[in-house]
């Protein structure tokens, strides 16, 4: 009957089904009774007044829209706003006793919601959709319990006794199970630690008043795990039959410390806030964390991982302990779940095709290759030099087709000169001989039988690189391919010798890049495999591909297809919805890229034996080899507090789900899910992020 009456109520139409479910889960106490009042009065305006627009699921957005703060950070804006440990301690030293509440005030979960919990507890019990069992068996243990002794609060032992008898599972070992599992979950939150072993040092009487289910040797264990040492006294109200929401427990406390000046800190306002006002005892509130969950965090994610990802970035930046730079917040907020995700996708392609060791290229490898070492320190992996400029170089003779475009005509009309753009192929000894270009180009115009009546243009060292002189500059290198070659050979023999030992032994590897045509990876393929003759293979791992905005969409296809290539965001082959979204000229390379950025200089390329250079170079002894480098990035300070950023979400994610692995299986499609709210209102935030780089992030 129970069954039929939810069904016919929550489940009959969509509409009423979604709105339900968007207000009631997770909610406790008066919100929840609110969902259930809620529930009612849809089904009495859908069938009584005819609101047939109640029954249909709401249009939604693709993309979610959240307006960002731009002009400060989260946790800068919210600690503007509170007190500091110190001030908060100050401010209720005095007192006799001072009360706290446990969850959300003490304790912190990893999770958004609570009841998400009981997910990593339905895995482990191998029962579908124990969640929301979960949540009915304790709601009709409340009932039952009311009818029987005129109050709510149920044990933990009454919830899983009805539960048992609804569907079979061992009531003990249900319960040992849920107990361990908050065990393990539950931590402390920094800001109240703090508090609290100030205010033990002071030698002041503290007492812990919670309303939960939880039997209190649980409690204890979580207190203690989490370092709060030397309560007093612990009041649970299912130990009492009585609660705070009702204020019965309030009255309890100040019959046991009668005569004592009492103040209480707790989260939820009617509990924590009204009744302990109405029972006469003061009170400090204390902001609840998941405050701006809504305003600012991405709701179309899975939900075990999205209510991980809220859940930690909530506790971590509003618990009050300290603020963020807005740099360390893009790196922990928008890079840390994709570069946990990322590593994890990477370490499972090394295990599938049992890889002999992983090329973390530089530098978008240098952050992922930090948080993997961390991760599965074991996996036999290299911080590999490689840019596009030496990849360019080296793979001149093999792909001129590349060669010319990222050096001649990306520069088109960008007010380089000629002599310029032969300095940033390194082919200074050209200038010399543009003087020369007169027979050469007349000697082309005889063979091709060109029109002789066109106008004649000259190339100078000092004029600016346009459209009109473009392909003429390549034509007059050409005519001088013998001289190229000539100067990239020492660069060539180089790069073969580092690479001939960082492969030494290997004949399966992959080179991880971000992105996006994967041509670095590809790059490194063809030149390991037909110019350095290596007997390896080698796949490139990216995290995204070029998309529809691209001028060549379908660059890298065919490598896709046959898994020369594979990428971990999005491709054309999978998160299609990404594959259109991602825009490089709205600047998505470049905000990806900056996440991965690196607080090295760029990579020029290799040199044969030690040469003195201008500029930053490296003499490797052991290979005989000269590594160039080129200019720091702008905003190093900026780059140092965004891989920090990156470093500590992966530092708590990993810490705090060691216990099931199975977190880490975090799909792409997750992993760009706070990028698409970073990216709301035209790009307004990221905009605001790119103003304070300056990436080198084109051949230069």
């Given at each position: 009957?129970?069954?039929?009456?939810?069904?016919?109520?929550?489940?009959?139409?969509?509409?009423?089904?979604?709105?339900?479910?968007?207000?009631?889960?997770?909610?406790?106490?008066?919100?929840?009774?609110?969902?259930?009042?809620?529930?009612?009065?849809?089904?009495?305006?859908?069938?009584?007044?005819?609101?047939?627009?109640?029954?249909?699921?709401?249009?939604?957005?693709?993309?979610?829209?959240?307006?960002?703060?731009?002009?400060?950070?989260?946790?800068?804006?919210?600690?503007?706003?509170?007190?500091?440990?110190?001030?908060?301690?100050?401010?209720?030293?005095?007192?006799?006793?001072?009360?706290?509440?446990?969850?959300?005030?003490?304790?912190?979960?990893?999770?958004?919601?609570?009841?998400?919990?009981?997910?990593?507890?339905?895995?482990?019990?191998?029962?579908?959709?124990?969640?929301?069992?979960?949540?009915?068996?304790?709601?009709?243990?409340?009932?039952?319990?009311?009818?029987?002794?005129?109050?709510?609060?149920?044990?933990?032992?009454?919830?899983?006794?009805?539960?048992?008898?609804?569907?079979?599972?061992?009531?003990?070992?249900?319960?040992?199970?849920?107990?361990?599992?908050?065990?393990?979950?539950?931590?402390?939150?920094?800001?109240?630690?703090?508090?609290?072993?100030?205010?033990?040092?002071?030698?002041?009487?503290?007492?812990?008043?919670?309303?939960?289910?939880?039997?209190?040797?649980?409690?204890?264990?979580?207190?203690?795990?989490?370092?709060?040492?030397?309560?007093?006294?612990?009041?649970?109200?299912?130990?009492?039959?009585?609660?705070?929401?009702?204020?019965?427990?309030?009255?309890?406390?100040?019959?046991?410390?009668?005569?004592?000046?009492?103040?209480?800190?707790?989260?939820?306002?009617?509990?924590?806030?009204?009744?302990?006002?109405?029972?006469?005892?003061?009170?400090?509130?204390?902001?609840?964390?998941?405050k701006n969950i809504l305003l600012y965090r991405p709701m179309d994610m899975s939900l075990m991982i999205g209510s991980a990802y809220r859940g930690l970035v909530s506790n971590h930046l509003y618990n009050g302990s300290g603020s963020y730079s807005i740099d360390y917040e893009y790196g922990y907020l928008y890079g840390g779940l994709f570069v946990v995700g990322y590593c994890h996708y990477i370490h499972e392609y090394y295990e599938l095709h049992h890889l002999d060791k992983l090329l973390f290229l530089a530098r978008d490898g240098d952050t992922l290759r930090k948080v993997y070492q961390k991760m599965y320190p074991e996996d036999k992996?290299?911080?590999?030099?490689?840019?596009?400029?030496?990849?360019?170089?080296?793979?001149?003779?093999?792909?001129?087709?590349?060669?010319?475009?990222?050096?001649?005509?990306?520069?088109?009309?960008?007010?380089?000169?000629?002599?310029?753009?032969?300095?940033?192929?390194?082919?200074?000894?050209?200038?010399?001989?543009?003087?020369?270009?007169?027979?050469?180009?007349?000697?082309?115009?005889?063979?091709?039988?060109?029109?002789?009546?066109?106008?004649?243009?000259?190339?100078?060292?000092?004029?600016?690189?346009?459209?009109?002189?473009?392909?003429?500059?390549?034509?007059?290198?050409?005519?001088?391919?013998?001289?190229?070659?000539?100067?990239?050979?020492?660069?060539?023999?180089?790069?073969?010798?580092?690479?001939?030992?960082?492969?030494?032994?290997?004949?399966?590897?992959?080179?991880?890049?971000?992105?996006?045509?994967?041509?670095?990876?590809?790059?490194?393929?063809?030149?390991?495999?037909?110019?350095?003759?290596?007997?390896?293979?080698?796949?490139?791992?990216?995290?995204?591909?070029?998309?529809?905005?691209?001028?060549?969409?379908?660059?890298?296809?065919?490598?896709?297809?046959?898994?020369?290539?594979?990428?971990?965001?999005?491709?054309?082959?999978?998160?299609?919805?990404?594959?259109?979204?991602?825009?490089?000229?709205?600047?998505?390379?470049?905000?990806?890229?900056?996440?991965?950025?690196?607080?090295?200089?760029?990579?020029?390329?290799?040199?044969?034996?030690?040469?003195?250079?201008?500029?930053?170079?490296?003499?490797?002894?052991?290979?005989?080899?000269?590594?160039?480098?080129?200019?720091?990035?702008?905003?190093?300070?900026?780059?140092?507090?965004?891989?920090?950023?990156?470093?500590?979400?992966?530092?708590?994610?990993?810490?705090?789900?060691?216990?099931?692995?199975?977190?880490?299986?975090?799909?792409?499609?997750?992993?760009?899910?706070?990028?698409?709210?970073?990216?709301?209102?035209?790009?307004?935030?990221?905009?605001?992020?790119?103003?304070?780089?300056?990436?080198?992030?084109?051949?230069?």
């Amino acid at each position: 009957m129970k069954e039929k009456i939810y069904n016919f109520l929550v489940n009959k139409h969509a509409g009423i089904s979604h709105r339900y479910h968007k207000v009631h889960d997770g909610a406790t106490g008066i919100q929840k009774i609110a969902s259930w009042a809620y529930l009612l009065w849809m089904n009495f305006a859908f069938y009584l007044l005819f609101c047939k627009f109640l029954g249909k699921v709401p249009d939604m957005e693709i993309y979610e829209k959240k307006r960002l703060p731009v002009k400060e950070s989260e946790s800068e804006s919210y600690c503007r706003q509170c007190l500091s440990v110190d001030a908060f301690v100050e401010k209720i030293k005095d007192y006799d006793v001072i009360s706290f509440d446990i969850f959300d005030t003490l304790i912190f979960r990893p999770f958004s919601l609570p009841t998400d919990v009981f997910y990593l507890m339905g895995e482990k019990l191998g029962m579908l959709d124990f969640k929301n069992v979960r949540i009915w068996a304790e709601w009709d243990a409340r009932v039952k319990c009311e009818k029987k002794n005129g109050h709510m609060e149920v044990s933990l032992q009454d919830i899983w006794e009805n539960l048992a008898e609804d569907t079979g599972l061992d009531a003990e070992a249900g319960m040992r199970i849920e107990c361990e599992t908050e065990e393990k979950l539950c931590y402390a939150n920094p800001y109240m630690l703090e508090v609290w072993n100030k205010l033990q040092a002071l030698g002041k009487r503290l007492i812990i008043v919670s309303d939960m289910y939880l039997p209190g040797t649980c409690i204890e264990t979580i207190l203690h795990n989490a370092g709060y040492m030397g309560a007093e006294s612990i009041y649970i109200s299912n130990e009492y039959g009585e609660n705070k929401a009702g204020g019965d427990l309030f009255q309890r406390v100040l019959l046991d410390f009668s005569g004592c000046s009492i103040v209480h800190i707790g989260d939820n306002p009617h509990s924590d806030h009204k009744m302990a006002k109405e029972c006469g005892l003061d009170i400090v509130p204390y902001q609840n964390v998941n405050k701006n969950i809504l305003l600012y965090r991405p709701m179309d994610m899975s939900l075990m991982i999205g209510s991980a990802y809220r859940g930690l970035v909530s506790n971590h930046l509003y618990n009050g302990s300290g603020s963020y730079s807005i740099d360390y917040e893009y790196g922990y907020l928008y890079g840390g779940l994709f570069v946990v995700g990322y590593c994890h996708y990477i370490h499972e392609y090394y295990e599938l095709h049992h890889l002999d060791k992983l090329l973390f290229l530089a530098r978008d490898g240098d952050t992922l290759r930090k948080v993997y070492q961390k991760m599965y320190p074991e996996d036999k992996t290299e911080y590999a030099y490689w840019s596009r400029k030496a990849a360019t170089k080296l793979m001149a003779n093999d792909d001129r087709h590349d060669f010319f475009r990222r050096f001649i005509y990306h520069k088109v009309n960008q007010k380089v000169t000629i002599a310029q753009a032969l300095h940033s192929m390194e082919l200074d000894v050209l200038v010399q001989q543009l003087d020369d270009w007169h027979e050469i180009w007349e000697q082309w115009e005889k063979a091709h039988e060109t029109d002789r009546k066109q106008k004649f243009v000259v190339l100078r060292a000092e004029d600016e690189l346009t459209d009109k002189n473009s392909y003429l500059l390549r034509r007059f290198i050409e005519a001088k391919w013998n001289t190229v070659m000539a100067q990239y050979q020492n660069q060539q023999i180089a790069a073969m010798k580092y690479y001939q030992k960082l492969l030494s032994g290997c004949t399966n590897v992959a080179a991880v890049d971000i992105g996006w045509a994967g041509s670095g990876a590809l790059a490194l393929s063809y030149l390991v495999q037909r110019v350095w003759h290596i007997d390896c293979d080698v796949t490139g791992i990216i995290a995204g591909t070029n998309t529809i905005h691209n001028a060549e969409p379908d660059a890298s296809d065919p490598f896709l297809q046959s898994g020369k290539l594979v990428a971990y965001l999005y491709s054309g082959q999978k998160n299609r919805d990404l594959f259109k979204k991602h825009d490089p000229n709205k600047d998505y390379n470049v905000f990806w890229e900056l996440l991965l950025s690196s607080p090295t200089p760029s990579f020029k390329g290799f040199y044969n034996g030690s040469r003195d250079m201008d500029g930053i170079y490296v003499y490797l002894k052991e290979f005989d080899i000269t590594l160039a480098f080129g200019e720091y990035d702008y905003n190093q300070k900026g780059i140092k507090e965004i891989q920090k950023g990156i470093l500590a979400f992966a530092d708590q994610y990993l810490w705090h789900f060691k216990e099931y692995p199975y977190m880490l299986n975090i799909s792409g499609r997750d992993a760009y899910a706070p990028m698409l709210v970073a990216a709301s209102y035209h790009e307004r935030y990221l905009k605001m992020i790119e103003k304070r780089f300056d990436l080198e992030i084109a051949v230069n």
